[in-house]
């Protein structure tokens, strides 16, 4: 069939909205958990696989929908066996999404914006400034196309929004996709409890995040103090830390979760142990476990990472604090897939 100018990406609805429309068209709703199936259980590229529905209610889609992949331009493999792709979207911009094994399970980190605006002086994807958000349907297929390429697909269980933009700022189109992730029964059938958010801290969203999903929350902490934070986040100036402290002192947790708390670790910086004592203090009642990452540097960039020493002496006084913290190493940074590291340039890797 030959497209239309009224084709839209089927991804880019819930089951909900497609059950919608296949109402308004005339279609028992039911239909919409076939074609999920189809979609994201079966990897179904046309409506024509779609062999348990009839010929003309899959020609009615086709006239109203694609089901759209990625073109994948590059795939990056780390000698710790992390994977960076970079793919295309349709309009030419280009966005990357990371693949990291782990012993018995694998972690993709999606990208939710080409670009980001949120300007953050320690990151690489802020220096290219903010281009779009990603559609829910390009946010579904970082994940179904990644499942595609994988060996044993089943062994990818976990999906963190922590590579390119900022998620709460393209909220709706997240929280569709998060809808679609997490649906168990017709959709990519990701457990909430291994779906994690990662925000510099848009204050308002992270309540609504949390009364409409049940997924994990990450907070990208990264200072002690309102000035330091604002100087390396600008987003503190509208958003300061006491409120965000605040909005996570009543985010709705599940029993037995935790919010983690992102700590960039610069030298000179936010490594200092007053920092740590500081950092103790702020999160004294905030049910939080934090995860010290310790700054990766990229070309052009005047921050540096501080000594082992510095950041074992570090953690050792969240530790004594009581709290779970651990220093997370990032993976894959030879191929420039770490934390901070995505830029998504075509022929810059
Ligand atoms: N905008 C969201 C999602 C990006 S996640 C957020 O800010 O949380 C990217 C994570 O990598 C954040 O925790 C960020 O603080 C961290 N990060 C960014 N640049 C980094 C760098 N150069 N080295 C280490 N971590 C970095």
Redesign the pocket.
């Known amino acids: 069939m030959t497209p239309s100018f009224q084709q839209k990406d089927i991804k880019d609805l819930t089951k909900r909205q497609l059950a919608q429309w296949l109402e308004d068209q005339g279609v028992r709703a039911f239909r919409a958990t076939q074609i999920f199936k189809w979609i994201y259980l079966r990897q179904a590229d046309d409506f024509d696989a779609m062999t348990d529905l009839g010929k003309s209610f899959r020609d009615l889609l086709a006239a109203h929908f694609t089901i759209n992949r990625l073109a994948p331009v590059t795939i990056d493999i780390s000698g710790d066996g992390t994977r960076k792709y970079l793919f295309q979207l349709a309009d030419g911009q280009y966005i990357e999404s990371v693949l990291i094994p782990e012993k018995n399970h694998h972690t993709l980190c999606v990208s939710t914006q080409v670009g980001?605006a949120?300007g953050?002086k320690?990151?690489?994807t802020a220096k290219g400034g903010f281009k779009r958000n990603l559609s829910t349907g390009e946010i579904l297929a970082q994940i179904r196309d990644v499942k595609k390429d994988l060996l044993q697909p089943q062994n990818l269980k976990n999906i963190v929004?922590?590579?390119m933009?900022?998620?709460l700022a393209n909220y709706n189109n997240l929280l569709n996709a998060i809808e679609t992730i997490t649906d168990s029964d017709n959709g990519l059938k990701f457990s909430t409890r291994r779906v994690t958010v990662?925000?510099?801290g848009l204050t308002p969203k992270i309540l609504e995040l949390g009364v409409a999903t049940h997924i994990n929350l990450?907070i990208?902490l990264?200072a002690t103090d309102n000035k330091t934070r604002s100087l390396l986040m600008p987003i503190n100036r509208t958003y300061p830390m006491e409120d965000l402290i605040e909005a996570c002192k009543h985010y709705p947790l599940l029993p037995r979760r935790k919010i983690t708390f992102?700590y960039?670790l610069i030298k000179g910086i936010n490594d200092s142990a007053e920092d740590a004592g500081r950092l103790v203090k702020l999160l004294a009642h905030v049910r939080a476990k934090i995860n010290v990452?310790?700054?990766?540097?990229?070309p052009g960039t005047d921050m540096k990472r501080p000594s082992d020493k510095v950041i074992s002496h570090f953690l050792g006084i969240l530790l004594d604090g009581g709290f779970t913290a651990i220093i997370r190493h990032?993976k894959g940074q030879d191929i420039s897939a770490?934390?901070?590291?995505l830029s998504a340039h075509a022929g810059q890797v």
């Open positions: 980001c949120q953050c320690f990151c690489l929004f922590m590579g933009g900022e998620p990662s925000t510099a990450a990208s990264n992102e960039v990452i310790p700054f990766n540097p990229y990032s770490a934390c901070g590291q």
